[in-house]
Structure formats: structure tokens, C-alpha cells
């Protein structure tokens, strides 16, 4: 992303990179920052408004408003008329419009924040979704639906991770998390585990979702939500190389592993708003594990496999 | 380099050091969004600190919370330099912990101060998808120890708004059984009295809300599974002592049709006991003058039973209005003492209604009344201009308040108020009755008798007037025309025993006058600051500080009557809040015209952007100033704050038809719908600008 149009920005990188000690996760955000390729000037602009005569002096206040932008431009109410940036013509060229729209999308979703405005408690919900109780569970859904605005909802695909989940059993929350690089859950050790809901809808629904606004997939930029360390940016494909034509979103697998060969790369897409229904609540489980890899190794595998795909060795590089 | 979970999160790590150290600064730049939280910074504040705070730092985290929540109630405005929705966000995330931690101290402070809390929030900025007052009442709704909050679930219920009515629902499933915290384990009586509460209020006027009413029922259902026979019991015996209106009875029948039948002969309910003014209270009244220390305690055993029904029905109907007929006893004078029965009693049992059911008119009326009897002037004048604030459309508001500022020697006050009662209800002589009888016992004869003869101008065959005037008469020792105006009254009389008894007394009078032996008058009192007590009960019953109510209302009544000096001095001791600038807008109106008042709720609608009183406000200037207001900003403000419709539809179009809600006959309707047919009804009319001004300032209150 040209930072240099952010001056505040752009000498906020400069100095938090030549400080020593920057930890991992404030490293991958700086670098996530610079790599990003997705970004266009209009919409750049937009983001640039944020800072504008705004000191950068710490990442807090570099998350401070990059949360701002998010709220401002990303997290628009059903009732709001603007649209979300991601969503918007200016980033159309990021649209991803050749899924199959029969295809099954799947969603993690944390259930304290499900819960939050809703009639029903955990237990309740727990015995409406192992019964598919379809009245508590539509209670449900419409509560929570008038709590969701209409951020991008990162997701991935069902096929991308059958084997995966079928493979996990009942561990499916930890693995998932893990694949899909959803490393905010990540319960210490003196915590209860996290309960979270895998939501699972298809393309078409979401492409006939009107509360919405303007129904769409998209390959995520790292500014389609908050600063987060666990993002990578996808880079374009080089343009006369035999890398693949066709560009997927790509998410950090937080596996534990060290070798190249042992790395998978997840596969991530954001979508515009869909309204739940009882029928999209798959399964409910609980995050139990805390993240064990190395972010930094994690990370540098991830950008090998992207070089490698997208046939650019130039991305990522200092 | 390290892995992510053996060592703490260093941006987490670095919070946490910062919150040990200063608890309250760095949960306020937490939730307030300053605070990158490395890899949980993709989370909302309320589902990351869970999950690595440590447990030794809970308490801390609560008391951090109770300071942090407690800094923000200190005023309406938004923090300077945050945005609305960020802030919308931050009470939204501070709620949430709520509902996540465990946190005793906060949970306690916030039940203990609901009213005012959610009288706070309710003017606070809020948007569909981060409104902090649902996420408030599920945090209340989750931990309940007692059953204390009955009475606000309650209140809710019969709000109606649905929203808040089924968080109501939810707080009264989630109540225990009993104030030791014994968990219930059937189906609590009070949720199906606030279930039918809700219905009242939703079923006012048509059909619009049946589907949304039944919803909740086939959603009860499906947490309570019990026989079909078992759920018409319960709704039977709900109603049983207070009848629904019919349409309720009717949507019931598409689910419970028995509930509306008589019950079987088998049937092992035991409903609880019902009580009754005439069988209970009044046996007991007649001997209490007699010997009240002997009474006392059965009629207090009497209104336990009240008490103990409302507790376990949710019930309050008839405890509040069976307190509040007591009370008027209490207040009373006794027959051979002169002087009020009991007015401490009557205070206890104006606030207890007050609290069952704070939109009830009667409990404000009474505790403004016993204070004024107890001599405790200072509260007594507060909860007299709240009353007259928050029911303006009831004329007793205004009337008792001008009656009690005379009798406090504060006669043009007094007389100032009947004069805008008079303005607000030209077609009710009981203003004008009023205010020439309180002049008449102020000790201004000849001011009442201008006012008895002005107000039979327009009411020339009222009896009532023209017996009051006969009083003043006799009072100045006007014999003949005492006596003219005695027989007009004759003529105008039925033979009711009370009209008989009154212009009886009035002969009396008239031939003991004649006979050189004028009655006394009646002395006032001195209206100094005197307080048995501080605000804090009265202000956790309303939710706002009355404090400020006396000289709010007095902005109010010196604007109306023009006189701008007198209304900004009173202004000029009052702090800025929403209810202030409101008046400070408006005296603008008199002094500088709409285009500057226009600009000055522009900048209040920046100070307080949840305020719907002053978005209201602001409009109206707008379109009184010449701006284009097209039908989109009102139908947006409408969306945002439907309580103020009335005011919104009647700017679009005076001559808006009153929806169907407020004019079913069979519905109850309660203040908040009789101040909006009050606005419909004045809607064309010239008093409109006036109305519109006391609907906006009450509902700010309500």
C-alpha cells in the first residue's frame, strides 16, 4: 500500500522499524501495511481521511484509527445508506465473481458476541441447536441479525476444508481456527474455552441477500477490518508468468509447523452481509486450545507459498 | 522468536501492566478504542479481555468498571473529540463485560440505580447495530440475586416497545424465585403477567402487532414445554383479576382458545387471594379516626397482602392505585385534629407506587403533597415541577403546583401557572376555578373575584364557579351581591346531597356575616429551603436529578409569559444539559428569531446526539427558519426516536389523524399514550407551538 500518501503513517513505519524489539505481531502489521497491493487510490484516499491531522506515534494509535476507518467506512447499519468500501466500485477490482453459487460457505463466529443483545442464554442456545429447535433458534438469528452491520464477513468455502473438519472430529473449532488464521481466539490457559458457531450458507444466498446493499465477494486488503496480526495480503499474480489467472484471498495457517512442506495455506474470501436463519447454524463448539506456532515462522512459510503461487518473488520483499 | 501463547501477548502484556498499575485510564482507553491489543485486536473488546485476563485482575476489572461507568453518567455528552458511534461502541463493549465477567460490585451499583441508568441511556447516541441499552438489560437480565428488579421488568412489559418488552421477558425468566436467590424451576407468575402486560400494550388499536405478540408466545412455549391445558391455566389466572382487552383475549384464542373459557371443575389452581378497596381497606378507614393505633397495623397487614401479590405476579395495578387512595387519606386532615393523619405514611406509600409504576400520575401527585405537608418545601417544590414536566397534559399537574407555590406565598408564580394552564385547557373551568380559589385563600379576594367573573364569561352556568364566588364574596362582606350570586348558583344546581350540603354552608356563612361574624382565612406558609432528606431515593425513582426541576420549569413559565428577564435568571443558575440548552434554545426564539436558535440546536444536536428532544428541536427550528425539511428528515428522526411521532407527524402535518392505538376505547391507555392524544388533539389548533413544547420536554424525562 503507498503509505507515503499517509505521511503519518508512512513515518510511523519508518520509525517502529528501525526500533529494536518490535514484537512479531506489530511487525507482521507494519509489513501487512506496506505489502498490501489491493488497496486503490480512491479508496486510499478514503483511509488516508482518518489520519489526517492525526499524530501516529504508537500502534495504538495506528489501531486506534484504522478502528476509526472500519467504523466509519466498513461497519455501516442496515439502515445507514452508504455502503461498505469493500463492497464499493473502487474496489471492484478485487471482486471475486466466478464462485460457484451452489457451493457451501462456512463461517466462524464467536457466540459471546451472537449473545450479545439476545433473549436467550448460552444454555438455551446449546439445546436449540443439538435439537434444532427451529423457534429458539429463530429467535435467535432475528436478534442477532439486528445486531450485525455490514462489515465484510471473512469466510472460506466448505470445500476448501471438509477433509479438514472431517478429520478433526470434535476438535473441528481448534483446527478450524488454526486453518483459517482466526488467531484473536485464543483462550489462555485459566479461561473457559470460547463457544462459537460454524455458520454454513451457500453463494447464492449470500448473492440474494438485499440487506446487503450490493450483494458480493471480494478478496480481502488488509484496511477491510481491524489491524490484525494474523492477516496476510494477497498479492496480484505476476503478469506474464503461468501463475494462476484466477486470485483467491489466502489465510494464515497458525498450525504449529516449521517446514515449508509441512505449511498449508488456508483460503479466505470476504462477503457482504447475509441475514441468518435457524437453517445456517451448523454446529456449536468450543475454541479450547491456545495457539502454540510461531507467528513470525508461520508467517514466513505463508509468504513462500505466495511467492510461489502468484510467480512474485518481489512481494514481501524489504 | 517466541511462540504465541507460553509468553503473554506483548501489546496484551503491555495493557495489562498499564490496568494493574491505573485501573480506570486504561480501561477507559480500552473501550474507548486506543488500545491495540495485538493478536486480539480482531475482536471486540468484550470477547478478548476474557480470554487473557487473569482471574487475580477481576476484581480490579470491576471496580474499574463501576468508576468508569459511574464518570460517564456524570453528564449527557458525548467525550469530547469522539465520535458518536465510537462512543455508542464503548458503552456497548463496557455492557458486554458486564455479561462476560462475573463482576458483583458493577452488576449491584447498576441494579441498584436502573432507573437512572437507563434513564441515561435512553439519550445517549445509539444505532441499530450498537445500541448499549439492549446489551444493558441482558447484563442485568443474566445475574440477578433477587427479585429487586420486578418492577422495572414490569415497566418495561408495559412500555411495550418490543425490543425492551421481550430483554423484559428475558430479565423475568432469568429472576429467582425468592430474595435468597432460589432458583425458580416453573413458570414464574410474573412473566406471564408481563407477557400480558406487553400484549396490553401491544394490542392497542388493530391487528399490526399480533404476529409479533404470538411470536413470543410459541417462543415461551418452546422454553417452558408444558400441556396445552397447563399454559390456558396460567394465562387464566393472570387474568382473572384484570380482565385484557378483548382483542388480546382474541389473539390468545389462536393458541390457548380454554384460556378464555371458564376453568375445569378438576382444576387444582390456587389463585392467589384477591384483594379488594371496598372489602379490605375501606371497613378498616371507617375506624381509624376513631382509633388509629389499633388500625394501623391491620391495615398495614392489609397492604402486605397488596405487596405480597404484586412481588409474586408482577402484578402492581392495584397496589399502586390502592396505595395512592390511602395516601390521599393519609394526607387528609382527621376530623377532630385538623391536621393531616399521617403524611410520613403517605409518602412511604407514594414513593412504593411511584416505584411500581413511575409513570403513574397519582404517586407523583401524592409524594409531592406529603413532603409539602411533612414541611420538607425544598423536595416537595422539586417533585411538584417534575409532575407538571413529566403529565402536562393532566391539568391537576399544573393546578396543584400553582396552588402550592401560592400557599408558599409565591402568588405570581402561582397565578402565573393557572394563567398557562388556562392557555393549555381553555375549555376546563377547573383552572380557572382553581386559580381564583387559591388567590381567594392567598388572601387576594378582590384578584379572585376578577377571576371568578372573567372565567364566567366563558363559563356562565358553572356552579361550581359561581359558588366559589359567592365564597369571596361573603369573604369581603359584599352581602347584596352575595347573595345574587347565591341564587344563581341555587339555579344552577341539582340536587346532588353535596351540592345541597355547599350552597348550605354558603347560607350559613352569608347569614353569619350578615350577622357581623366573618369566618377566618387561611394563613400561608413561608417558602424557605427546608429538606428532610437528600434527592438521591426520589432521583432513583425517576432516573434524573429533580434537583434542577424548579428552575427548569421556571425558565419555562417566564419564556411563555414573556417576561425574558425573569426566565434567564433563572436560566442563569442552571448547568448545561439536555433540558437546559432546550430552554436556552428557546429563549433564543423571543431575542434573536429562528435562524439563531436554529444554530444553537445545531450545536446542542452535536453535544447530545442520542437526545431525540433536542433532534426534535433542532428540526422544528430548521423548518421555522425557512430551511427546506423534506420528508425524508423527518421520517429519519422518526426512525430514530418514534416516542417523539406525535410532534414529528404533526410538524409534517397538523392535521395528522391520531393513530388507531391511541383512540381504542378498550385498550388501557397509560400517561405516555394520553400526553400523545393530547398533542394529536392540539395539532391544528393555536396552542400547537406550546404543546409540542411540553410533549417534547416530557418525553425527555420519561
Known sequence: MRTSRIPTLDAYITTALARTGLSAQERAVIDNLRMEERVGDARLNRYGEVFRGKSVTSVDDLYGLQRNYAIQYLEIDPSEADIPDTFAPDNAANAWHHIDDRLYLLRMEDVGFALRGSKIDIAELELAVRTRDGAVLKRFCDSWNDWRDRRPAFATTEIAVEDILKDAGDDWPNTLRDFLGLGSYNPTSHVAPIPVLLMRYTVAEVLADKSSGTPGFVIPTVIDGRLNPFFFPTPHPAPDSDAAKYEIGRAVNLRPVTTQSEYRMGMELVHSRIAYKPEHIWRLGRVSRPLTGDLAILRSLHLAWLQLEADRNDFGAP | MANMNTTPDPATQAWLDDFAAEPLPALDRLLMGKVWLGGY???????????????????????????????QLQTSETPPGVNAKIYAQALVDAFALLQGFDLPQTRAWCAEQVTSVWAWLKVQAAFRTRDPRPVFLRALALAQPDRKLLPFWMMLCRHGVREEAELALFGLRRMPKDDQGEVERSLPRALIQGFLDYGRAAARGDDSRKKEWLGEVDFLTAVYPMRGDQWASAFRVGMARRSPPKRLRHWLDERYPAANQEPPRTSHAA?????????????LLGRFDRNPQMVSPALRAKLDEYRHYARETGDSYFLVRTFTRLGEY???QAPHTQTPRDPEWALDLGQEAALWEPSNHYSWALVARALNALGDWTRARAVFWYARRRFPHNPFSHNQLGHALAMRGLVDEGEAIYRQAIRRFPDDPVCW???????????????????????QVFFHKNQVLACGLTGVLIDLGRADEARAELEWAYQLSNDSINDQRTLADLRHRLDAIEAGRPLPWKRTLPAEERSLGDFSNLNGLVGIDLCPMPALGLVGLWRNANDLQRARSALSGLARFPASDVERGLILVHSKGWAVTRDFFRNSVQRYPGDGCTQVHYQRARARAGDQVDAADWNSLRGRFEEFAPV???????????????????????????????????????????????????RQIA
Open chain 2, 648 to 698: 414529528i407527524r404533526i410538524e409534517q402535518n397538523p392535521a395528522a389523524t391520531m393513530p388507531a392505538a391511541l383512540t381504542d376505547n378498550d385498550a388501557e391507555q397509560d400517561a405516555d399514550s394520553e400526553l400523545s392524544v393530547w398533542m394529536y388533539r392540539a395539532g391544528a389548533s393555536s396552542r400547537r407551538d406550546l404543546i409540542e413544547e411540553d410533549f417534547l420536554a416530557a
Open chain 2, 271 to 283: 389463585p392467589l387471594k384477591g384483594l379488594y378497596w371496598d372489602e379490605d381497606i375501606q371497613p
Open chain 2, 433 to 455: 376555578s382553581d386559580l381564583a380559589h387559591t388567590l381567594r385563600v392567598a388572601g387576594r379576594h378582590e384578584q379572585a373575584v376578577a377571576v371568578y367573573r372573567e372565567a
Open chain 2, 41 to 71: 485486536a480482531a475482536a471486540e473488546v468484550p470477547d478478548a479481555l476474557p480470554q487473557f485476563l487473569p482471574i487475580a485482575l477481576h476484581d480490579t476489572l470491576d471496580a474499574a468498571l463501576l468508576d468508569w461507568l459511574k464518570q
Open chain 2, 330 to 332: 393519609l394526607l387528609n
